[in-house]
């Protein structure tokens, strides 16, 4: 950070202890670097809301035993080639199986993606997990 502002903020105690509370939950080691992550997080936030280009991944669990489930997964996976950045395949144990898809792009197509994967009978759960890509977020 080559220029750091200094700013007073006004809140009620028991705000301001609560805010204590989970700082110290989180191990953060003081209130100003807890405050430039809220900050970041609502900044990234608004960058999704734009349409901004998002980075993330996609974890979802589903029976590797399901008929032809590999394939309606693959060929979704096709479907969205532009915004995925890669997979890897877990065996979670004889039945399930997790999957990671990290990707790269807009937040719409990425939602999109998820919710054509959690669509498909088989698939247990999906989460998208989305980030920024890191450029204006400093």
Same mark, same amino acid.
């Given at each position: 950070?080559?220029?750091?502002?200094?700013?007073?903020?006004?809140?009620?105690?028991?705000?301001?202890?609560?805010?204590?509370?989970?700082?110290?939950?989180?191990?953060?080691?003081?209130?100003?670097?807890?405050?430039?992550?809220?900050?970041?997080?609502?900044?990234?936030?608004?960058?999704?809301?734009?349409?901004?280009?998002?980075?993330?991944?996609?974890?979802?669990?589903?029976?590797?035993?399901?008929?032809?489930?590999?394939? /309606?997964?693959?060929?979704?996976?096709?479907?969205?080639? #532009?915004? !995925?950045?890669?997979?890897? $395949?877990?065996? @979670?144990?004889?039945?399930?199986?997790?999957?990671?898809?990290?990707?790269?792009?807009?937040? /719409?197509?990425?939602?999109?993606?998820?919710?054509?994967? #959690?669509? !498909?009978?088989?698939?247990? $759960?999906?989460? @998208?997990?989305?980030?920024?890509?890191?450029?204006?977020?400093?």
């Amino acid at each position: 950070m080559s220029d750091l502002f200094r700013f007073g903020v006004s809140l009620e105690k028991g705000l301001l202890d609560r805010f204590d509370r989970l700082i110290k939950e989180r191990n953060y080691t003081n209130r100003s670097e807890a405050l430039r992550d809220l900050i970041r997080q609502e900044l990234v936030k608004k960058q999704w809301q734009r349409g901004g280009e998002i980075a993330g991944a996609i974890a979802f669990i589903y029976n590797h035993h399901q008929r032809e489930l590999l394939n /309606k997964i693959t060929d979704v996976q096709h479907n969205f080639q #532009k915004v !995925i950045i890669s997979t890897q $395949h877990i065996h @979670l144990d004889h039945n399930n199986c997790l999957e990671i898809i990290a990707l790269r792009g807009n937040p /719409k197509v990425a939602q999109k993606l998820t919710d054509s994967l #959690k669509s !498909i009978k088989g698939v247990k $759960h999906a989460t @998208l997990s989305m980030s920024s890509t890191g450029k204006d977020i400093d």
